[in-house]
């Protein structure tokens, strides 16, 4: 490998987004010094977040936290619905791949369910559990199961035809089938759909946050705007965004390391 | 009574007008022990066969019997080899052997299954690759797991569906050798589907010809007489072995609107075509 080509790497990698990214913070700063005054400029924003990023995890009060710990109460409560949604929607998911019947009892179920948005799922959890917690967790989940259930069952449903007559010639179990031949054929596209709903559940957290005023990233971002400190909204964004990119990020090394193997 | 027993079976695929019978009348008696040949054109409905006689597939009309009992549903009493190896990726040589064994002889111990793994391993040569997922295989090793899956079940009867077709001309020659030899040594009762007459002569007491779809039909058979065992070198220098090669070619001519056998990979139903092993 020539120096040449390290360089080039270099400037792929670290520099040329480092060149987009300061593009952004100059327009940004051109916006709120000309027509939007209300915008903290670039460097206001850093003076009133330095406190929150340098002492990430200090507690100074219920909402006013370090940005890393917000963060860490908001990845909680996104594990906890995430995790439900996935109990819930691989066996949905299984059934819909392997049973024309269940297909045609549930899907159009699916289909009606499926858009439906976080805003509208969080009073019904609000309702059913009378706890803005559980409420979290139950609207995350019924919104992130969604591309787990199609995935899962276009993964079985895409399983080889020879796999299948392997696992008849030898009569498998139902039970040794799903485990030995169904689920290791649907995993890539199940993991196609853990990711997805991974960054769905993690887009929900914020809008489940700001209505049920939970400490999170999202609360926080809700609290500075009724505080009216702007500078905070940018920062909560910023997080949000690069934790839901490092996320996705996670979820697609393992989902390589998945189809390699 | 034959141990194998086909009666009259057609089978067509689609309905109404668009229907297209391949197999017609199709009828065939397999002793004990025997090894069968069926050499036949393209397309010609050689796997759609196999596959009813292995109970994957059901018969429009006709019978299938294996030792009197009627062959409804596939069974590991009847081992099949399909042409592309049908392994499943995330097992190694060893595990694939080992989900058959396992499941055929729930009785033995653990002790005496793994013995018999390692036995059927050994026997297709592949103990050093034991440990490899088939992306790590060669076609050529890819198809001796399977052989070797298929042996390991025991069966009564073993199903050859152009075992050796999707190999490159070279490791087919060679392997080859290798199948007439676990043919023998595994004594059981084969039938071979093939396109190579030269291979259905090295390996089989008897070949079929198959006619050209669609709705083909079996010729009658021709005993392959040639002494055992038979090695494929000497074999082109046997007067009997030219006879008969020239009698069968001549036979699947009669048969078929092309002008001599072909030995292109044939067509396979649509489900065989996307299910190739993944690189």
Redesign the interface.
Known sequence: MNAKSFMQRMADAVLLPMVGVGIVILLWAITSATWAEALPSPLKTWEASKLYVLEPFAKRGELDQGILRFTWYSLTRVAKGYALALVMAVPLGLFLGMSKLFTKMFDPMVQVLRPVSPLAWLPLGLVLFQKPDPAATFTIAMCSMWPTVMNTALGVRSI????I??A?????SRM?RLV??TL??ALPYMFTGFRLSLGIAWLVIVAGEMLTGSPGVGGFLWQEYNSLIYEHLILCIITIGVVGFLLDRLMSMAETRLRV? | MAFIEVRGVCKGYGAGAARSEVLRDIDLDIERGEIVAIVGYSGAGKTTLVSMIAGLLRPDSGTITMDGKPVTTPSPERGVVFQNYSLLPWLTVYESVALAVDQVFPERSAKERQAHVERFVAMVNLTPARNKRPSELSGGMRQRVALARALAMEPELLLLDEPLGALDALTRATLQGELARICSESGATILLITNDVDEGLLLADRIIPLGVGPAAKLGDSIAVTLARPRDKKALNHEPEFARLRGQIIADLISRGPRRRPVVAKPAAPAWVATAEVAQ
């Open positions: 080889p035809q020879d796999y007559n392997v008849r010639v030898l009569k498998l040794k030995k031949v290791p054929a193997a």
